[in-house]
């Protein structure tokens, strides 16, 4: 999924970092929520390419912490709970946050071994690596190790 830059001249997009037993996921976006909607898709790329999800059935989340790191670890590991228990890849995410409360939307679909062929089955998001912030250019960076 391809973004185009807004006013700020931030380009939204997803990675993942190198990291020595499991894998490092990192949003980058204009805003916070961007950045965690970036995050999210970047765990899904540790699974599958998301190009070949389709954004089916969506589903809410609802989430809070003490502060941006720790929400972006909730945000992840309730995504994670909800693949394991729906038995679902998602490719899209929309996410708002106010007063320490994220609430989010994922789409996706009923996983599909064959099709998905998934790489990795996600265990949990950890507090290794874990930064949520902005860069000197402006642009929020969300990241943290994901157990494989």
Known sequence: MTRSADAS?????AELFAHSAD????????TLASAM????????MAVTDPAGIVPQQQIEIACAAPNDAFLLVEWLNALIYEMAV????????????ADGELHGR???EPIDRARHRPAAELKGAT??????GRRPDG???AQCIVDV
């Open 9 to 13: 001249g931030i380009t939204p997009h």
């Open 23 to 30: 894998v490092g996921v990192r949003g980058v976006g204009p």
């Open 37 to 44: 909607e970036q995050a999210a898709l970047a765990m899904t």
């Open 86 to 97: 729906r038995r679902m890849v998602f490719a899209r995410f929309e996410v708002a946050i």
């Open 106 to 108: 994922a789409w996706g």
């Open 127 to 132: 507090m290794t690596a874990l930064t949520v």
């Open 139 to 141: 642009a929020w960076v």
